[in-house]
């Protein structure tokens, strides 16, 4: 029995990276996973099989996760075939980075929306389920950058800033239906979009952070992990920063 036998995760943006690590970890424990990206092409295909060969039942969903009447209907798919939503994890990210003087409407828009509206999206199509089930695990992927900002990524940064407070009002909201809401905030991890960063930058980040090494995606994986689980079923309205101790 592992840390989410019969539960069912719905995991947005899951195709690859820190989606992709949640997803696998989450199947070892038992969890059947749903999991959406905008196109569900042959990498897609592939992380579906990947999961599956956990032994559990996984599938991939094409879906805008900004788009609220497409959420609507994925998220209604997923019941229909799983037969209930018991984790919802709001991993859709993407950037557009640029300094404020610079920064196009198109960038700021973009990125609020895929970020932050999509967790609106996703969370108000959800939680009717969770609360006829009263239970539930809702996980909005953060970043350290929503906490104390960074210059150059002022969109990112809100949409980060937003997700967090978005977790605490949640979780407020349906803690007396048994749901529970947190934030992660992860730091420097080792993704494909990081390790295309020069080795200067690399090196710079590295020094800001006292264990000395940037984090694997597993990392967030594990954390989610425990967030999914019964093992924190008194943690709600949380933030966990994953960053080696660089943000304190």
Not at 55 to 75: I, L, M, R
Not at 152 to 176: H, M, R, V
Not at 231 to 247: C, H
Request: with cysteine; proline share 2%; net charge neutral.
């Amino acid at each position: 029995m592992g840390l989410l036998t019969g539960k069912t995760a719905l995991i947005t943006g899951a195709a690859r990276g820190i989606g992709k690590a949640i997803a696998l970890k989450f199947a070892e424990e038992g969890a059947n996973v749903a999991f959406t990206d905008l196109v569900i092409d042959e990498n897609g295909k592939a992380t579906e099989a990947e999961i599956a060969a956990k032994g559990v039942k996984a599938k991939g969903y094409a879906s805008n996760a900004a788009d609220f009447a497409q959420t609507e209907e994925v998220v209604n798919q997923v019941k229909a075939d799983f037969g209930s939503i018991d984790i919802l994890v709001n991993n859709a990210g993407i950037t557009k980075d640029g300094l404020m003087m610079r920064m196009s409407e198109a960038q700021w828009d973009a990125v609020i929306a895929v970020n932050l509206k999509s967790a609106f999206n996703f969370i108000h199509a959800c939680t009717p389920i969770m609360m006829r089930q009263r239970n539930g695990s809702i996980i909005n992927m953060a970043s350290v950058v929503g906490v104390h900002g960074n210059a150059g990524q002022c969109n990112y940064a809100a949409s980060k800033a937003g997700l967090i407070a978005l977790a605490k009002s949640i979780a407020q909201e349906l803690g007396s239906r048994g749901i529970r809401a947190n934030a992660i905030a992860p730091g420097f991890i080792e993704t494909a979009m990081t390790a295309a960063l020069p080795d200067d930058v690399r090196k710079e980040w590295v020094q800001k952070i006292p264990l000395r090494r940037g984090g694997q995606t597993e990392d967030i994986a594990n954390v989610a992990t425990f967030l999914a689980s019964d093992m924190s079923s008194y943690v709600s309205g949380q933030v966990i920063q994953v960053d080696g101790g660089m943000n304190m």
